[in-house]
DNA sequence: CTGTTAGCGCATTCAG
DNA sequence: CTGAATGCGCTAACAG
């Protein structure tokens, strides 16, 4: 392996002439340049950017949090390591499989220095737990929280749940069940709270049996699908948390018989990618600049120029799901 | 920031005394060794990891390349990270959205000794110029190619697409099209060496103008779509070379009035979450066990201890757009 | 069993 | 404009 000082003997100068003109800080005569970068051709000479790192003490790496593999994550990973690399970051890895250890593992990365800082999509610990990590670098996630110490990213999800739920009404539902993730998540609050106020609005009653909470996100719906096929009375419209689920439900209604959207309308939310193959009607709420405005955050955190954030929307995409109510 | 010296300086002993305690190498007495973790406990002491992969020249992070995000790369993906996590490594994420610099900047991230390796999933450059990065690192794919240098998991494309015809062909199927990849690619190739021979066995003629490269993954088969819809003699049924691309195909047939299976069955590959979401039939070659194979190589071309590779299995998974043909 | 010494490869003072 | 010296934090070889 060729380094820095095999390149500054066969150019005949000092390694610090070398690392002059690799890094282009400070003078270097034009003759001098000449011979090193002669060398460091010659040699086939590349900086070992490990020690690099040692002498900077950063790594250019972002750790990217989330329990495992579904659907929304696609396209979020994508812009975020797009407008990372534009930044010149790195983003690795860390699917913890909802184990809270080995998310602790991954934050401790920053405290280790290889990690400048994370993003966390899904996490697996309490937020109590995750927020002293924010010492040793930035943290930023598109979950609601009140955090001073961490980033959110996050969406008004009550506007944008009420804008589903109005849509339904529009249409001629009355009879809407809800799937809702997690029920301590913020974002699940806040759709509850959207909830409450579209009934009260409409005077419609609020059927608590009607409201289902995914917990596990595993199967993607398709137990939901079991439990609505076993309501006494059945509801005629049904509003989901995540495309992926309402994905699930409508395959598992499928395979028990039913037709969608004859025998219950589907809204869902995110616009991903299966929601567009399925004809899902839902909600778009720009994944994209989430992602952006996490890196955002963490990127202003950790250097000195400053990176604007993006504008946030939300859209409702109109497809096959929800016909007008006949009914 | 804490390192080794403060704390060796807490315990009274030398730094290497501690760090003898931290990686486990030497022999420590119980006294020096209880007065070390002490200190470190003390102090919140944690290893700088940066400073420990240059004295090792390595960093345990392997480089994930891939041009976007498709389908079956979430569960590759997860299979990937999941096994590199047991053996102690880190994975980074590229995507070079098929531009061949930035896919060059990946691989150089070996040479520049901030990967160990890398795998890839799909390339922007040729094989011929890839290949000689592998100077730098192990470098595996799951694409089928003939190299020495490079680490293909491939399976047998041939028979996988041949069982899949011989399944259209005993459900009553006799006009078949045939979707596949980029034709310099060996599986593609692969595939059409079974086409001939499946026409050949059954003395069927073989169509030309049945056969489609989807070149650039994209629009996932929504364009495909429109060149059957224009077709002026239509197939029975389609094979793909990806669940993705069919599904793409179903969803735009759908929306030009179609009905599947009724107008067209379909057989996709791969047995991706999108194809059981939309009960596509197809074939299951074990993502899982390639990804882990891949890794595999990496690894054992970087360590001593060497991990025994996965055994390899291919199955048909029946589902619901390969009706038997009642026409 | 333990301390001293010498690097890993590079960047950055500080003189000159 | 350039070289010598120092240090980033840790590991490993070598004496003792």
Redesign the pocket.
């Known amino acids: 392996?060729t380094?820095?000082?095999d390149v500054a003997r066969k150019a005949?100068?000092?390694?610090?002439?070398v690392?002059?003109v690799?890094?282009g800080?400070?003078?270097?005569?034009q003759?001098?340049?000449k011979k090193v970068l002669e060398a460091m051709e010659a040699l086939a000479y590349s900086?070992?950017l490990i020690?690099?790192n040692?002498?900077?003490?950063e790594t250019k790496t972002i750790g990217f949090l989330a329990q495992g593999f579904f659907d929304p994550l696609g396209v979020f990973l994508q812009s975020f390591i797009s407008i990372a690399k534009t930044y010149n970051y790195y983003v690795t890895l860390y699917f913890t499989d909802g184990d809270k250890k080995k998310e602790i593992e991954a934050l401790n990365q920053m405290k280790y220095k290889q990690l400048d800082g994370v993003l966390i999509l899904t996490r697996a610990n309490s937020w109590d737990v995750i927020e002293p990590y924010s010492i040793y670098g930035p943290i930023s996630t598109w979950h609601r929280i009140d955090s001073e110490r961490i980033y959110s990213s996050y969406v008004d999800h009550y506007s944008g749940y009420l804008r589903s739920l109005d849509y339904l009404f529009q249409r001629g539902y009355r009879s809407i069940g809800h799937v809702l993730g997690n029920a301590e998540n913020l974002n699940t609050k806040a759709r509850m709270r959207a909830i409450t106020d579209f009934n009260n609005k409409h005077q419609l009653p609020l059927e608590e049996k009607w409201i289902f909470h995914d917990k596990t996100r595993l199967d993607n719906g398709r137990s939901i699908a079991q439990l609505w096929h076993e309501l006494p009375q059945k509801t005629d419209a049904m509003a989901f948390y995540t495309d992926s689920v309402a994905a699930g439900f409508i395959s598992e209604l499928q395979t028990l018989g039913y037709s969608i959207p004859e025998d219950v309308a589907v809204i869902g939310f995110d616009n991903s990618e299966i929601s567009r193959l399925m004809h899902i009607t839902t909600v778009d709420y720009s994944i994209k600049h989430q992602a952006e405005n996490s890196f955002i955050y963490i990127h202003n955190q950790l250097n000195q120029e400053k990176i604007s954030e993006r504008k946030m929307s939300v859209e409702l995409i109109e497809r096959k799901t929800v016909p007008i109510n006949q009914k």
């Open positions: 392996m380094t820095i000082i005949q100068v000092s390694k610090s002439t690392s002059r690799i890094s800080n400070g003078y270097v005569s003759e001098s340049r900086p070992n020690a690099r040692l002498q900077s003490g």
